[in-house]
């Protein structure tokens, strides 16, 4: 692996040498104890202590990126975590109707919050591959993940049970509907064209002022889309 130093000095070039990381060190390595932090931190409960070295990770990404290996860690991650999201999914797709809105806000929740620690654990190759490279944002294409791997396939059966909770008091907590609302105008801001009453209560500024005249005319919208929502197979 030391080879010859190259004509430097003996003690500088065997550290330069030392210092290189090969694909196989990545992948036996390196790769390792990133995809067990990102495992960890993606299956975090809020508030959880996580017995990981943010500083080492953070090291091994900034090491992995300075030899040139931005291109597979990014593939690595990409891949790791569609994997988890589509677990994820297919999870929520087995939730009977009644745990369903709950069990989607604890998903969207944990997603949102791993990606605090994981996006910062991976600022350079965000900013000397992601950007630069690619003219992307890591944080936006993992935002873009959850949308096309969780919340795609779930909104239309997730919207008109939000609509039935809106209308019966208690079924679910103010906090659980705002998150939800919230996020998914997060993730997708033409959702709201599916039920702008609802995301009106939530996010200030999306509906042309009401006149009061037309505020009647507003709820009788409201049910004829449950309605309609509900005729066209929009139910579980």
Not at 60 to 76: A, G, I, L, N, P
Not at 154 to 161: R, V
Not at 195 to 210: E, R, Y
Request: proline fraction near 6%; charged fraction near 20%; include cysteine.
């Amino acid at each position: 692996r030391l080879g010859s130093s190259g004509g430097k000095s003996g003690s500088e070039g065997n550290t330069e040498l030392m210092n290189v990381i090969t694909i196989e060190d990545y992948k036996s390595t390196y790769w390792p104890k990133l995809d067990s932090a990102i495992d960890q931190l993606l299956t975090q409960s809020p508030g959880d202590y996580i017995p990981i070295s943010y500083e080492q990770i953070y090291s091994c990404v900034y090491k992995c990126v300075c030899q040139q290996h931005s291109e597979q860690m990014y593939s690595d991650l990409i891949k790791k975590i569609t994997n988890h999201l589509e677990r994820v999914s297919k999870e929520l797709q087995a939730s009977p109707p009644d745990l369903y809105i709950e069990r989607f806000n604890v998903a969207l929740g944990q997603y949102m919050g791993a990606l605090q620690s994981i996006v910062p654990l991976f600022i350079y190759m965000n900013k000397f591959y992601i950007e630069t490279k690619l003219n992307r944002d890591l944080k936006d294409d993992l935002i873009k993940l959850f949308t096309e791997h969780v919340a795609e396939k779930h909104i239309y059966n997730l919207m008109p049970l939000l609509l039935e909770a809106q209308s019966t008091p208690f079924q679910i907590t103010p906090s659980t509907m705002a998150n939800i609302v919230k996020g998914l105008y997060t993730l997708r801001p033409e959702w709201v064209q599916m039920a702008p009453a609802l995301f009106s209560k939530f996010i200030p500024n999306i509906l042309p002022p009401a006149v009061e005249s037309e505020l009647q005319e507003y709820a009788a919208q409201d049910q004829k889309l449950q309605r309609e929502l509900m005729q066209n197979g929009f139910t579980r």
